[in-house]
């Protein structure tokens, strides 16, 4: 019973982070809340196992990893469902906060998932170029190539708004 209340407040303290960052990855309200319910449940089910070998802040490391394995996984395997535009959607002259969330986010929708999950693991979270090598299981090498190219095609995408972009 102590190590369900346990996770029960491990789990309500880290959902909405989780869920943010889920977010930002894929885009989806729904795909997101079902990306931190799969985490979490993966978690619960080695609970106790996990517990006494991380302290916090591996804990949080893990459902991060967890998360992100979950979500490249899972883009591969919807990667037929995605649906190519014809026109990117108009640019706003002047933004406000929430319309400069709205534009980011729709900026990062078009980058491949990788990418996607390298500018958010980097910004977002704050992660360094190692930790984002770590947690992807590539080189710190091919960490910053992802990161240069996503933030090159994030500035081509905002075009005068990239001044706006928190990545420049």
């Not at 303290?13 to 990855?25: G, K």
């Not at 990893?65 to 706003?92: F, Q």
């Not at 081509?156 to 708004?161: E, Q, R």
Request: charged share 30%; with cysteine; net charge positive.
């Amino acid at each position: 019973m102590e190590t369900e209340l346990d996770f029960e407040e491990f789990a309500s303290t880290r959902a909405r982070r989780l869920f943010q960052v889920a977010y930002l990855m894929c885009g989806d309200w729904h795909q997101a809340q079902d990306l931190v319910q799969t985490t979490l449940a993966k978690m619960f089910s080695v609970w106790g196992r996990l517990r006494r070998g991380h302290d916090e802040p591996g804990l949080d490391a893990y459902a991060r990893k967890v998360l992100l394995r979950y979500y490249l996984s899972h883009r591969r395997l919807r990667r037929s469902t995605e649906v190519v535009v014809a026109e990117l959607p108009d640019r706003p002259g002047s933004c406000e906060s929430g319309e400069l969330r709205l534009t980011l986010t729709a900026a990062l929708r078009l980058l491949p998932p990788r990418n996607r999950a390298v500018v958010v693991l980097r910004y977002l979270e704050d992660r360094s170029v190692e930790e984002v090598a770590e947690l992807l299981e590539v080189s710190p090498g091919a960490v910053k190539s992802l990161n240069s190219r996503s933030l090159a095609k994030l500035r081509a995408i905002l075009g005068d708004d990239r001044e706006l972009l928190f990545l420049s």
